[in-house]
């Protein structure tokens, strides 16, 4: 099960304070000789590629960065402290009082979250001396999007993960029974030296009143995806479960639609041993390998026109 979402407390650190300090040089003559203090640490955020969902943070709730040295006589600086680095996975966004700020999506993304609190400074060559800055603390939610290019969504059974399989080369469980993928899983998928990466879902529930209570709460990770392949195996009714899919994102979050590029598939044409007479519908069999590799070629040139846009 991943972690993809965790409340945290985040603090920067304080100035170190700033000495007063005066050195006798005679009996008649003093100066002011108290150095200024170390800054406070920051607290960034930064991306790491060994990192795949929030549960590192699970039983940590703040990260709190040292404050910086104080100053000391002979107009010595206090050390700055060492930023605390928050490492986070690809696809988190940072949520601060209900508004977003920030969405860490590129490899090399990092954002200074806390800044810390500067030194105060001392008395040497000022005759008093200045106080430092207070750190910086903010409540915050990580909230983890997956950050996939494509997702293929269906109701129980309708071939996904043996489609993700196939894509990946992975060999996640695949089995007759409903219900066998219980979390998402993503992986990157490579054809003709170019990756893309999909996102295999746990199955949607049927409703089976338009009151019932379904919580498809896996749809989150969605929203990175730029495009959203929706799959059927059923060739004589694979409109409808196109039609409820749909309806389906719609009641969880209809914003997870925008912009987004949508393609029907129906699944197992092995089985059927026909084709179906509806060119918006796709067909796919695991079993025949052009297939594949054709939806592959498809996908690529639907997100490199997507990029080009
Ligand atoms: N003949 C045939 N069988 C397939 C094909 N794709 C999947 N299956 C079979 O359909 C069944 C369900 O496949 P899964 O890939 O587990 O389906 P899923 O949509 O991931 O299922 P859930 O995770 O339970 O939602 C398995 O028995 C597969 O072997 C196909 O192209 N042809
Ligand atoms: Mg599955």
């Not at 389906?248 to 590029?261: C, H, N, Q, R, V």
């Amino acid at each position: 099960m991943i972690i993809d979402i965790v409340k945290l407390y985040l603090q920067s650190g304080k100035g170190g304070k700033g000495h007063f300090s005066m050195i006798n040089l005679s009996a008649l003559k003093s100066v002011d000789s108290g150095g200024n203090g170390g800054k406070g640490g920051d607290v960034i955020l930064k991306i790491s590629p060994h990192i795949y969902d929030l549960s590192k943070f699970r039983g940590n709730k703040q990260i709190i960065a040292k404050d910086g040295e104080t100053g000391a006589k002979f107009n010595k600086q206090g050390k700055d402290a060492e930023p605390s680095i928050v490492f986070v996975p690809l696809g988190t966004r940072v949520i601060e009082k209900e508004k977003i700020i920030c969405d860490l999506t590129e490899k090399n993304d990092e954002f200074l979250i806390c800044k810390g609190g500067f030194g105060g400074k001392g008395n040497y060559r000022r005759g008093y001396s200045l106080s430092a800055g207070e750190g910086v603390g903010k409540e915050v939610t990580f909230d983890y999007r997956i950050p996939a290019d494509v997702a293929f969504l269906g109701f129980a059974n309708s071939g996904k993960t043996s489609l993700f399989n196939s894509f990946t080369n992975k060999t996640y469980k695949v089995a007759e029974y409903p219900f066998t993928t219980s979390s998402c899983i993503w992986a990157d998928s490579e054809y003709e030296f170019k990756i893309i990466t999909v996102l295999d879902t746990p199955a949607f529930k049927r409703r089976k009143t338009s009151e019932q209570f379904i919580d498809n709460k896996f749809l989150k990770h969605i929203f990175r995806c730029k495009i959203i392949v929706l799959l059927s195996d059923d060739c004589s009714n694979c409109e409808q479960d196109f039609e409820d899919l749909i309806k389906e994102i719609k009641i969880y979050d209809e914003s997870l639609l925008k912009g987004k590029i949508i393609l029907k598939l129906l699944t197992k044409v092995d089985k059927i041993g026909g084709k179906i007479n509806n060119k918006d519908i796709l067909t796919i069999s695991v079993n025949e390998s052009q297939t594949i590799e054709g939806l592959q070629k498809k996908l690529l040139e639907l997100l490199e026109l997507n990029k080009n846009e």
